[in-house]
């Protein structure tokens, strides 16, 4: 069964940092890569979505990239804003999707 | 504004009642998927549907029962044999296919008590 894992659980950073979150998957047989926002007691905002024969993908200040074969995505996001803080969780997909437990981001104004 | 809603936002019920959850969606997707999420855990899957009357159990999907009689609806009961029901509840959307993105509603956050 694919397993998703995110390091680190929480991260804080003064505004203006570039940082990057990870996501690890142990079955690189997988359709897409998903990255998600979640803020606080609301549902899941989709940010970006990596198919499997891509390498990366960007939206504004965000980019997301996949490397099948180390079963490793990351999401960098440059020049952090307090609106960043949130909880940013990972999924893979294969015939299901597989969510991480997240990365709960605090940016200090 | 394409969508989906859940409602209600929060639910409270005393144990040993069955409760329904509402997901609707106006994306004409055919998928469809119920999601838990409890603290400091990732989301589990319950039940999903890829196509109308048919659907599929999850990883948790005891306790739990769905229906599917139209495409925008996917309706979630938890009944009393749900050991423990309370929990924040995700309902989610997607194309079918390989290359699927899904879309979440705003989440129900059920309390049973």
């Known amino acids: 069964k694919q397993e998703v894992t995110q390091i680190p659980a929480a991260l804080s950073v003064p505004e203006g940092e570039n940082l990057v979150l990870n996501c690890s998957f142990t079955?690189?047989?997988?359709?897409?890569l998903q990255w998600f926002r979640q803020d606080p007691g609301k549902g899941l905002t989709s940010l970006l979505l990596i198919q499997s024969s891509q390498r990366e993908q960007t939206s504004g200040r965000l980019n997301a990239s996949l490397d099948k074969s180390s079963g490793r995505s990351t999401l960098y996001i440059a020049a952090s804003q307090p609106g960043d803080s949130a909880t940013y969780l990972c999924?893979?997909?294969?015939?299901?999707?597989?969510f991480g437990t997240g990365t709960s981001l605090t940016v200090i104004p | 504004d394409g969508g989906i809603t859940q409602s209600p936002k929060y639910l409270f019920r005393k144990e040993g009642q069955n409760v329904t959850l509402s997901c609707e969606q106006n994306?004409?997707?055919?998928?469809m998927y119920w999601y838990r999420q409890d603290p400091g855990q990732g989301l589990r899957l319950i039940y999903y549907?890829?196509?109308?009357?048919?659907?599929q159990k999850g990883d948790i999907a005891e306790g739990y029962s769905v229906s599917r009689e139209k495409k925008e609806s996917f309706p979630l009961t938890v009944t009393s044999a749900q050991k423990n029901p309370t929990a924040f509840y995700l309902c989610?959307?997607?194309?079918?296919?390989?290359?699927?993105?899904?879309?979440f509603g705003p989440g129900t956050r059920l309390t049973v008590t």
């Open positions: 549907s890829q196509i109308v009357n048919d659907f």
């Open positions: 989610a959307s997607s194309t079918t296919g390989t290359y699927y993105e899904q879309y």
């Open positions: 999924a893979a997909s294969g015939n299901q999707f597989y």
């Open positions: 994306l004409n997707h055919d998928a």
């Open positions: 079955d690189s047989a997988i359709y897409n």
